[in-house]
C-alpha cells in the first residue's frame, strides 16, 4: 500500500508569488495533518483536517490555508510568500482523529 | 514557554550503550508521539502512548500521565539508531493543537 504522499519534493518561489502543496493520505485514513519545519527546527502545527472540516489550527497568519477534499486529499495555501515560509512542509495521516500519524517525505519550498 | 521540553539536545553514545531521552509536557494530551527524523526530513513514527509503557524491538517509550512525563530508551544502541528524535503531544484533549519539542539530536559511533 503507497504511504502519504506529497507532491512537489521541491519548489522554488520569489517573495509575492503564492503556493499550494498537495498531500494524499494512505488509504483509509480520514484525518489530515499539516506541520511547517523550519531548518534546524522542530515541528510546528499548521492544520488539521478530519472528515473535510477543519479540527485545528495553529499559530500561523491567515496567507495559510487548506483544505481537505472528498477522498480526503488535501492542499495547503500560501499566500503572498516571504523569505521566511522557507522550510519544509510535512503532511501527515492518521486513521481517526487522535491516531497515530504515518508522515510524508514533506514539500521543501525555498522563497527567493 | 514552550508546551514541550525534550533533553538532552544533543547525545552522544558508544554502540551498544543504553539511551534515554526525556520529554515533559505542561497541557493536558490525548496521546504522547515519539517520532525518529533522519537527515533528509522523513519523520517516522516510532510509538503513540496515552499511558504505560510500550516495546518495539529495542525501542521503549513510557508515559506518566499524572507527572506529564514520557521517556524513550534504546537498548544496544547502534550506529543506525543516530537521528533526531522528536516528542509531540496534542489531540482532541488540546484543543486539536499539536506541539513539538525541539529534538533530541543522537550520535552513536561504532
Known amino acids: 500500500d503507497a504511504g502519504v504522499t506529497q507532491s512537489p519534493t521541491h519548489l522554488i518561489k520569489t517573495r509575492g508569488q503564492q503556493v499550494t502543496l498537495r498531500c494524499s493520505p494512505i488509504?483509509?485514513?480520514?484525518?489530515v495533518s499539516w506541520y511547517q519545519q523550519v531548518l534546524g527546527q522542530g515541528p510546528q502545527f499548521i492544520f488539521q483536517?478530519?472528515?473535510?472540516?477543519?479540527?485545528g489550527r495553529g499559530n500561523f497568519p491567515d496567507r495559510f490555508s487548506a483544505r481537505q477534499f472528498p477522498n480526503y486529499s488535501s492542499e495547503l495555501n500560501v499566500n503572498a510568500l516571504l523569505l521566511g515560509d522557507s522550510a519544509l512542509y510535512l503532511c501527515?495521516?492518521?486513521?481517526?482523529?487522535?491516531?497515530?500519524?504515518?508522515f510524508g517525505e514533506g514539500s521543501r519550498l525555498t522563497v527567493l | 514557554k514552550n508546551e514541550v521540553e525534550q533533553s538532552p539536545q544533543n547525545l552522544t553514545a558508544q554502540e551498544g550503550e543504553f539511551i534515554t531521552i526525556n520529554c515533559s509536557y505542561s497541557?493536558?494530551?490525548?496521546?504522547l508521539h515519539w517520532l525518529q527524523q533522519h537527515p533528509g526530513g522523513g519523520i517516522v513514527s516510532l510509538f503513540m502512548?496515552?499511558?504505560g509503557k510500550k516495546k518495539h524491538g529495542r525501542l521503549i517509550a513510557t508515559i506518566n500521565i499524572q507527572e506529564k512525563h514520557s521517556s524513550l530508551h534504546i537498548t544496544a544502541s547502534h550506529p543506525r539508531d543516530s537521528a533526531v528524535y522528536i516528542c509531540?503531544?496534542?489531540?482532541?484533549?488540546?484543543?486539536?493543537?499539536?506541539?513539538f519539542g525541539t529534538g533530541t539530536s543522537l550520535t552513536v559511533i561504532p
Open positions: 501527515a495521516s492518521s486513521l481517526f482523529d487522535d491516531g497515530e500519524l504515518f
Open positions: 488509504s483509509g485514513h480520514k484525518s
Open positions: 483536517y478530519y472528515e473535510k472540516e477543519e479540527r
Open positions: 497541557v493536558g494530551i490525548s496521546a
Open positions: 502512548l496515552s499511558s
Open positions: 509531540a503531544v496534542g489531540g482532541t484533549k488540546t484543543g486539536n493543537q499539536f506541539y
